[in-house]
Every structure is written in C-alpha cells, then in structure tokens.
C-alpha cells in the first residue's frame, strides 16, 4: 500500500527550479510531521526539511535560503521548492511521515542537475 506518492522530480540546469510534491493520505498528512531528505549514490540519506502538523518549519542549515518546504492541507499535500539549483543537488528525494517511532518514505523521485 502505497501511502505517500512523489512527483516533481527531473532534470535541471544548474541555476533552475524544480517544486516537487508528496501526496499523503489525510489520516497521514494529519497526524504525522511531514519532511524531505535526499541521498546521493554511497552516501547516507540527508535531512533537508519538516514541517508539522501546526506549520512550523524547520531546515538543515545547508538547506536554508535556497529550499523551501510548505503544503497544501486541502489537497494533502507538501512541497519542496528548489531554486538556484547546483550539480552537487543532483540525488534521489524522498517524502517521509513521521510520527514518534513510525517512519513511512516515499518511494522517491530523481532531481538531477545538469547543463
């Protein structure tokens, strides 16, 4: 069963945007914190950004400035907008709910930044 459903993702020049998105389902979306993270072949998956149930926003500090995660409580849904993208971008993302020790990804789709 798939609960969260990814979309957005693709190939950028360096400099570009992409927005992706991740459909919850509404038990999901309403009771887990929601977040984004990101893994390159060989290396570990990494934390760009949450939001939660009231909002509230958070950020890796590399992430600040140039990412920005906000949703859509009508269409259950939680967005990561990307601007002035760089090669080193280039990875898998993935949508994740959280909720005390429940972890649910997404399946994951492929930015990739190149000119």
């Known amino acids: 069963q798939v609960q969260l459903v990814e979309s957005g993702g693709g190939v950028v020049q360096p400099g570009g945007s992409l927005r992706l998105s991740c459909t919850a389902s509404r038990r999901i979306f309403s009771l887990y914190a929601m977040g984004w993270y990101r893994q390159v072949p060989g290396k570990e998956r990494e934390w760009i950004a949450s939001?939660?149930?009231?909002?509230?926003?958070e950020y890796a500090n590399s992430m600040k400035g140039r990412f920005t995660i906000s949703r859509d409580v009508a269409k259950t849904t939680v967005y990561l907008q990307m601007n002035s993208l760089k090669s080193e971008d280039t990875a898998v993302y993935y949508c994740?709910?959280?909720?005390?020790?429940?972890?649910?990804w997404g399946q994951g789709t492929q930015v990739v930044v190149s000119s």
């Open positions: 939001i939660r149930n009231s909002g509230h926003t």
């Open positions: 994740n709910a959280q909720r005390f020790d429940s972890s649910i």
